[in-house]
């Protein structure tokens, strides 16, 4: 499989003019997103909007590029976002911790040891914790314990490769002020219930960063398409109650939420998101649960597609999500690999007994 050229607007210096071909990829990738507030003056209802985000068919699948380009580069690295732009990724994620001082920063772990030299430069800030695994306690340096300057000094890169020494964990914002423009943006609420314990509310952090750079509004979402995703069904349902429709939220699903890929527990997912997450085992091994879920409008974003773990009877990634998009019937994908993204599939298994239309 070849990898696919780099978007040739991607690396578009500030302040030039975006070129035709890349207002029109501005626009096919928020679609499915903006079109009721960009087609009429008055704001759009929150039930309206929703109706928008669930369309049945988006114009393509969309390619969600998995805390960044992260087969690449460190991941969470604005050297990993920068070449996830760089491959075409219609959307890069970004999963938020929270400091100690209240700064939104992208990470994916609760902690600092797996990405950080956190033990070289703060030995002795850890807290020790009952490993179940191992019968055993360890150390763990977690995020909520640092303040930005301090998680600034560390190098978030060496322990990927050598080349990406001296990388430093993003901000949120830091991480909007590369992507904004350039493609949209899908960040994580992660372990919210830990951050309220102490004292955050990581949903009115989110929101608040999201407006002070023009998200909130349609004409921002038109430049830069936001989702919204967490396995937190309460904070998405906070979110919905804060914002409203503004932004299109995903309910990611793992094992332990194993349940909502049900008929009653998709339905209870429509009444706050618009669409859900599943780890991909789970709709390999039941197709029809994509099915379901399309039914009742809702989008359909697996995670995460990684060239080294293949399901044994597929020959590389690109065939993979191939087979996800057109035969799953999946609308979009997370990957590690933005640059192998099939850039002609279409999303398949239109569902039956849907009375909706096609959106593209």
Same mark, same amino acid.
Request: net charge neutral; charged share 20%; hydrophobic share 40%.
């Given at each position: ?12 210096? #500030? =302040?030039?003019?975006?070129? %035709? @071909?890349?207002?029109?990829?501005? !626009? ?7 079109? +009721? &507030? ?117 190098? #978030? =890169?060496?322990?990927?490769? %050598? @080349?990406?020494?001296?990388?430093? !964990? ?7 002020? +590369? &992507? ?118 809702? =989008? ?61």
């Amino acid at each position: 499989m070849s990898a696919r050229a780099p978007d040739a607007g991607a690396g578009m210096a #500030a =302040g030039r003019r975006p070129s %035709a @071909a890349r207002r029109i990829r501005q !626009v096919i990738i928020a679609a499915g997103q903006c079109l +009721l &507030v960009a087609c009429g003056s008055a704001p759009a209802t929150p039930d309206a909007m929703i109706a928008v985000m669930q369309t049945e068919r988006p114009p393509r699948p969309i390619n969600i590029a998995h805390r960044g380009a992260s087969a690449y580069a460190p991941e969470h690295t604005l050297a990993a976002y920068r070449l996830a732009l760089e491959m075409g990724a219609d959307y890069v994620e970004q999963d938020l911790q929270l400091t100690r001082d209240g700064v939104l920063v992208c990470l994916h772990d609760t902690t600092l040891e797996r990405t950080t030299n956190v033990e070289q430069v703060f030995p002795d800030r850890f807290v020790e914790v009952e490993n179940e695994s191992a019968g055993a306690r360890r150390k763990i340096w977690r995020v909520a314990d640092f303040t930005l300057a301090e998680i600034k000094q560390l190098d #978030a =890169g060496s322990w990927f490769g %050598a @080349a990406f020494t001296g990388e430093r !964990v993003p901000t949120f914002q830091e991480a909007l002020d +590369l &992507v904004k423009g350039r493609a949209g943006i899908y960040p994580e609420t992660k372990a919210p219930d830990e951050y309220e314990a102490l004292g955050f509310s990581m949903e009115e952090q989110l929101l608040r960063v999201l407006a002070a750079n023009g998200l909130d509004t349609a004409d921002g979402r038109m430049r830069t398409p936001v989702f919204i995703q967490s396995f937190s069904a309460a904070s998405l349902r906070r979110l919905r109650t804060l914002a409203g429709a503004t932004y299109p939220l995903v309910q990611l699903i793992g094992a332990a939420e194993k349940g909502l890929l049900t008929d009653e527990g998709l339905r209870a997912v429509t009444k706050y998101a618009a669409g859900i997450g599943p780890a991909l085992p789970l709709v390999i091994e039941d197709p029809s649960r994509v099915a379901a879920a399309r039914r009742l409008g809702l =989008g359909v974003h697996p995670y995460t597609v990684r060239a080294a773990t293949l399901p044994a009877r597929f020959p590389d990634a690109t065939t993979y999500m191939r087979h996800v998009f057109e035969e799953l019937g999946a609308t979009g994908v997370f990957t590690d690999h933005p640059d192998l993204f099939p850039r002609d599939a279409t999303t398949g298994r239109r569902p039956h007994g849907s009375g909706s239309s096609s959106a593209g």
